[in-house]
């Protein structure tokens, strides 16, 4: 059984920053998976905001997020981060990550749907507000 557990949102200030962690257990390994952050807020669409895929080291980011989010993978601790830079309030959103096994974080598809993932955390919330 392999579970992804979502973690490190909370309320924070415009212009501040957060480090999301994306912790799997079970029989999983990084290098067999494509990890993808998603975001919901209320009334908006799921938006795919960046992947990694260890096995190649390909990354891929959302326009909307590039030059303020880092994603970056730990395989000792089978945890994917997303750090978060500049944050503002449109920011504001539920943020899940997402597991695709023996894909590849190479094609932009891999942020713009989300059927082919065979793992979802949780989700844990970000809010941004002053």
């Known amino acids: 059984e392999v579970q992804l557990q979502a973690y490190g949102g909370g309320l924070v200030q415009p212009g501040g920053s957060l480090r999301l962690s994306c912790a799997a257990s079970?029989?999983?390994?990084?290098?067999?998976?494509?990890i993808t952050w998603f975001r919901q807020a209320p009334g908006k669409e799921r938006e795919g905001l960046a992947c990694?895929?260890?096995?190649?080291?390909?990354?891929l980011y959302a326009d909307s997020v590039k030059g303020r989010v880092t994603i970056a993978g730990d395989d000792a601790k089978n945890t994917v981060y997303l750090q978060m830079n500049g944050l503002r309030p449109e920011d504001t959103a539920r943020y899940y990550c997402?597991?695709?096994?023996?894909?590849?974080?190479?094609?932009?598809?891999?942020?713009?749907?989300?059927?082919?993932?065979?793992?979802w955390g949780q989700g844990t919330q970000v809010t941004v507000s002053s």
């Open positions: 997402a597991a695709a096994y023996a894909l590849l974080c190479t094609n932009i598809v891999m942020l713009r749907r989300s059927d082919q993932y065979d793992y």
């Open positions: 990694i895929s260890e096995n190649d080291g390909s990354t």
């Open positions: 079970g029989l999983f390994r990084l290098d067999d998976y494509a």
